[in-house]
């Protein structure tokens, strides 16, 4: 068993990364296998290194140990572009030149109400045609999205987290129709956290994916372009999010639940365990 902490250093690490981190850890530890760590930097605007070392400083704090070397995901963009490069000859993407508010208006007609799915808005196809690959022309620097109906198959998954466990199967049908023309390279990252997910789990080997509950939506996704890029698919364990006494999931901004928080006042790792049910 092969299972990965994949925080992204955009702001403390709070009791959900907790629990995430120490649940991956603790169920590779206890199969014999490996649990491996990946910063996933992508959003250059947001990331700081000061909050990566800190991920380190935490984790280490919390008792856990993983096998180096650490992965990161900015040292990969030139394999997340080599991968969309492939796509983009294959006529799989299609530059797309909508704002927010060009979607916006278009789901908005009164007769078609407003979908929305694990990605947001589901994208209206008004770039399909227009943004469409010209015969020979590279790979280019802009906005990329999945033409889903050419790259969707019948596939499944195996979820064992307490809230979807069981086979889940996905069809086609339900990818177009409730996911659509997700983008696959953002214009200031160069890739997506869907494609970027894909390709480093397989990379690092990973064979149980474990993480908070709010991705569960976002694995049809995964094993989707799983699928599509022929690579294996891992079994899932989405794990309930911890809540603050309102209900409210927790946030990088909602620093009060901070790892580092508790550890300024005192609190010992087993505390954490035991704040987050383990
Ligand atoms: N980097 C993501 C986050 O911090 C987690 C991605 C994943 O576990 O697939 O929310």
């Known amino acids: 068993m092969i299972t990965r902490f994949a925080p992204s250093p955009t702001g403390p690490l709070h009791l959900g990364h907790a ?8 169920m590779a530890r206890a199969a014999g296998g490996r649990f491996l760590l990946r910063i996933e930097d992508i959003d250059r605007q947001r990331s700081r290194p000061e909050w990566e070392a800190q991920i380190y400083d935490d984790l280490a704090w919390l008792g856990l140990t993983w096998k180096e070397p650490v992965m990161r995901q900015s040292d990969r963009l030139n394999i997340y572009r080599q991968t969309l490069a492939e796509l983009w000859e294959n006529d799989l993407l299609y530059r797309c030149s909508c704002t927010r508010r060009d979607i916006e208006a278009a789901t908005s007609a009164p007769q078609e109400g407003v979908s929305l799915g694990p990605d947001g808005l589901i994208y209206p196809g008004t770039c399909r045609e227009s943004g469409a690959r010209t015969a020979g022309e590279p790979l280019p620097d802009a906005v990329l999205r999945l033409y889903m109906d050419r790259a969707a198959a019948h ?35 160069g890739t997506s956290y869907h494609l970027s997910v894909v390709l480093d789990d397989a990379a690092q080997g990973i064979t149980h994916v474990v993480r908070g509950e709010d ?64």
């Open 155 to 189: 596939c499944s998954f195996d979820e064992i987290g307490e809230a979807h466990c069981g086979t889940h199967s996905i069809t086609p049908e339900q990818m177009i129709q409730n996911v659509g023309d997700i983008v696959l390279a953002r214009r200031d990252m």
């Open 215 to 278: 991705l569960f939506d976002a694995t049809q996704i995964h094993v989707t372009l799983q699928k599509l890029l022929k690579l294996s698919t891992p079994t899932y364990c989405h794990h309930n999010l911890i809540r603050d006494n309102n209900g409210k999931r927790l946030a990088k901004r909602d620093d009060a639940r901070a790892i580092a928080k508790y550890r300024a006042e005192g609190a010992t790792p087993a505390d954490i365990r035991r704040l987050v049910g383990l």
């Open 19 to 26: 629990y995430s981190a120490i649940l991956a850890h603790d």
